[in-house]
């Protein structure tokens, strides 16, 4: 366990005006920022980030809401991050996200969902290197 988890506030939450709201419910459910910066996603650089989604049906779809704004990204610290913060952020599709979540609250639809969480230790430190180098990583 890293206790370090990677997260994103996606295109539509920034386009809503929700990333102090969201970044309020992280900081309450006790994680620690120790990386984060805004930008805007080239569809390139967003088709790489979900290179693993390529085969699926919505994955142009995802390309296209995930370049379409800026993000958020955000690498978070806390005993148990990973699943600690799959549990905040709740179910990929809100209308099965439980109450209290950041989905139930902020999301739209499931492709449209707020924010990403990585779903494993490895995954968490891959999606970190991705966006942040050693320098920017504290
Ligand atoms: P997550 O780990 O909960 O984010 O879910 P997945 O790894 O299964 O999917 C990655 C992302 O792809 C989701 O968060 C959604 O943004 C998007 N996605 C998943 N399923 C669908 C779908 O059926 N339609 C669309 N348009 N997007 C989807």
Do not use: C, W
């Not at 806390?78 to 952020?89: M, P, T």
């Amino acid at each position: 366990m890293t206790n370090r988890t990677f997260t994103m506030i996606k295109p539509d939450a920034t386009l809503k005006g929700n990333t102090g709201g969201i970044l309020d419910m992280i900081n309450k459910a006790g994680f620690r920022i120790v990386a984060m910066k805004m930008m805007h996603l080239s569809a390139e650089k967003a088709g790489e980030f979900y290179g693993v989604h390529k085969e699926r049906a919505f994955y142009g779809e995802l390309v296209e809401f995930m370049s379409r704004g800026a993000i958020t990204a955000a690498i978070l610290e806390k005993e148990n991050a990973v699943e600690d913060f799959r549990k905040l952020i709740g179910a990929t599709n809100p209308a099965q996200a439980e109450e209290g979540t950041i989905r139930k609250k902020y999301a739209t639809s499931i492709g449209e969902n707020a924010v990403h969480g990585s779903d494993s230790d490895e995954n968490a430190q891959i999606e970190g290197d991705f966006f942040f180098s050693k320098l920017e990583q504290f």
